[in-house]
């Protein structure tokens, strides 16, 4: 697909028409917001009339018509949308802002990242991961070939609400929003005693290798004085007394033999065939996809036993049982 740009405004040529996308926002995009995030409107050619010299500003738009546009197309554009974006911040004074020196926030999920955001005073600035690491092959993720596995694998075996193309950009979109952290920013990293975040926090630092800023680890479990070991099991209100909290108290920021510690770790993690980490004596373990088979049995038996008349059981109750399970053991 051919493409222009003249920023704010980028071209895609979509034979016979043109796609006009007006940047009116500079954050990051995914397939699914291509029209939300801005005003994308549809233009024909006229005879004679080139691509390379079209002008919508004079043209009017077509309405009352629908093209139909592939995934890949979508998928194209909003790449197209991003990598410009990316560009006109490292080109333009505007992406210096007051803000620079704000603190930035590493989640290891999207939904605990909106509780946090939620709690957090502006210009406090949360990125969460996309991913959820405790499933899934992490073989070399930090690459683009380890990432495509991943992604295949979940298209192959998870049933997932988002179509490939939007969860490969989204994935993408908070590695540059990790790249491009001011250097002046102070970052912290939070997690509790799960395999998911303890996973994530060394993919994090691994990713955060390059940069002199000041790290320091929210780790909510530290002294053994809070029950919960997932940041997700806190409301807005009770991550910002838990940070309030942490700051009163001091914070140093990791070392660089503790950096070098955990990013040698993910290397080792990054070196694993296996699909499915277990949290267990605070270390990380990968095991088979079999591992939580015996477990999965037992609950059923168990479920099975109880009922005064044998009947089916329902996969939310064996699901959420297990998961009581496995939260009661740590795992």
């Known amino acids: 697909m051919e493409t222009r740009c003249i920023y704010p405004y980028i071209y895609f040529l979509g034979d016979p028409v043109v796609f006009v996308f007006d940047i009116k926002v500079e954050k990051y995009i995914r397939p699914s917001q291509l029209r939300e995030a801005g005003d994308c409107k549809v233009y024909e050619l006229k005879d004679g009339e080139e691509f390379e010299s079209f002008d919508h500003i004079e043209a009017t738009p077509v309405t009352g018509a629908g093209y139909f546009m592939s995934e890949e197309g979508i998928a194209f554009m909003t790449k197209e949308v991003n990598r410009q974006i990316s560009h ?118 691994y990713l955060l290798a390059d940069k002199t800023n000041d790290i320091f680890l929210i780790h909510i479990n530290e002294h053994n004085d809070i029950k919960h070991t997932h940041i997700s099991m806190f409301d807005d209100k009770e991550l910002k007394i838990l940070f309030e909290y942490k700051q009163k108290k001091g914070r140093t920021p990791l070392s660089n033999e503790e950096k070098i510690n955990y990013i040698e770790e993910w290397m080792t993690l990054a070196k694993s065939k296996e699909v499915l980490r277990i949290w267990q004596e605070n270390k990380i373990g990968s095991v088979s996809e079999q591992y939580f088979d015996s477990i999965i049995l037992k609950v059923i038996k168990t479920l099975h036993e109880k009922q005064e008349n044998k009947e089916f059981i329902r996969v939310s109750a064996i699901i959420g049982e297990t998961i009581d399970q496995l939260e009661e053991w740590n795992i």
């Open 88 to 205: 006109h911040k490292k080109i333009s004074s505007t992406s210096i802002k007051e803000d620079f020196h704000a603190p930035v926030h590493l989640v290891a999920s999207e939904s605990t990242a909106g509780s946090l955001r939620a709690a957090l005073d502006s210009p406090n600035k949360v990125i969460g991961l996309s991913e959820y690491l405790a499933v899934g092959p992490i073989r070399n993720l930090h690459t683009e070939s380890g990432q495509a596995e991943r992604f295949e694998w979940l298209f192959d075996h998870i049933n997932m609400e988002i179509s490939e193309f939007d969860q490969e950009i989204r994935f993408t979109n908070t590695l540059v929003e990790i790249a491009e952290i001011s250097k002046h920013a102070p970052i912290y990293i939070w997690c509790g005693n799960n395999n998911e975040e303890q996973t994530a926090l060394r993919f994090f630092l």
